[in-house]
């Protein structure tokens, strides 16, 4: 019995590790994808975008609207490509930050209402992705293949050169 439980133990843990990049790549997609049409439509708004981040109080909206706008469109085009996935996701993090603290404020009274709410969600979400990257179907993946066994053998020369 203990015999199969380590077998199927073992096989769920082999299995998890094959696809640990699912669930980097989903999120990355998904998130990608909202914060490219929530930028592209701030930025097709933009009065209307200014008028509200004025009425929350946000200082400089009309310089704010669009910077959050860009933010929110190249840093979501940046997620779908998987392009300096774990960089892009902390200004993308911060807008989340800014945005519950200014336009959700109000509707959140506990740990209850913080959790509900789809701000709090995407940030985990960058969170996420900033811990542990954009997965293997990404440009980071690409990339870090391409330039790291370059990267250490620099390293490797240097280290040789000191000795």
């Known amino acids: 019995m203990i015999g199969r439980l380590l077998s199927l133990r073992t096989f769920v843990l082999r299995t998890a590790s094959a696809l640990s990049w699912v669930p980097q790549t989903a999120a990355r997609i998904a998130l990608g994808w909202v914060f490219v049409q929530s930028g592209w439509g701030k930025l097709h ?5 200014v008028e509200y981040f004025g009425s929350l109080g946000i200082p400089a909206p009309h310089i704010q609207a669009p910077f959050v706008a860009g933010v929110e469109l190249v840093g979501g085009l940046f997620l779908l490509l998987g392009l300096f996935t774990r960089i892009v996701s902390v200004p993308l993090a911060m807008t989340m930050v800014v945005a519950l603290l200014t336009a959700k404020r109000a ?3 506990s740990a209850a209402d913080l959790y509900g709410t789809v701000e709090f969600l995407y940030l985990i979400g960058f969170g996420f992705l900033a811990a542990f990257g954009a997965g293997l179907l990404s440009l980071d993946e690409i990339l870090v293949r391409r330039f790291a066994p ?3 053998a620099a390293q490797a020369t240097v280290g040789q050169t000191v000795a």
Do not use: M, Q, T
Request: aromatic content about 0%; hydrophobic content about 55%; cysteine-free.
């Open 150 to 152: 370059a990267a250490g």
């Open 45 to 49: 708004d933009l009065p209307r975008v």
């Open 107 to 109: 509707d959140i009274a």
